[in-house]
């Protein structure tokens, strides 16, 4: 894995907090990744008055890195309004695998982790491809 600066991913992720629409958690986050192409991406969370049609700060990175050409994830970090690194979601993790280069690091409460570390024996785009082909 080539060198990532996780101190000015982690500025771009908190620049995107601070667009954070979080009306009812008052729980602002940013997210920011490197792309596999070199690209920045980055997202905040859109809450909704309906709550559970909210979305986290990681869809909006997503959302974000298909609209501007699509790629693989290489780095990712997460802040919380402080700026203090957050763990992403259980379903955002899920989210980030799908969208994963191979061996892509993560900035986390316990220091840099590959996906398959926060998310171990992942189910992704392959089961579905190996029952398809039999
Ligand atoms: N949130 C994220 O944006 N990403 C995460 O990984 C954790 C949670 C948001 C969702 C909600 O808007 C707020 O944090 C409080 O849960």
Not at 38 to 56: H, I, K, M
């Amino acid at each position: 894995m080539a060198d990532v600066d996780w101190d000015a991913l982690r500025v771009t992720a908190a620049e995107a907090m601070r667009r954070a629409y979080a009306p009812y958690s008052d729980f602002p986050v940013g997210a920011a990744a490197i792309v596999d192409d070199g690209r920045v991406v980055s997202g905040c969370n859109v809450e909704n008055a309906s709550y559970g049609v909210g979305l986290c700060a990681e869809c909006s990175l997503v959302s974000q890195l298909t609209m501007t050409g699509g790629g693989k994830l290489v780095a990712f970090t997460c802040v919380d309004g402080k700026g203090d690194v957050l763990m992403p979601c259980g379903r955002c993790r899920q989210l980030l695998y799908e969208h994963s280069a191979e061996g892509m690091v993560l900035e986390t409460v316990s220091g840099i982790k590959t996906i398959d570390e926060v998310l171990p024996d992942a189910f992704g785009p392959r089961q579905l491809e190996e029952f398809r082909n039999g």
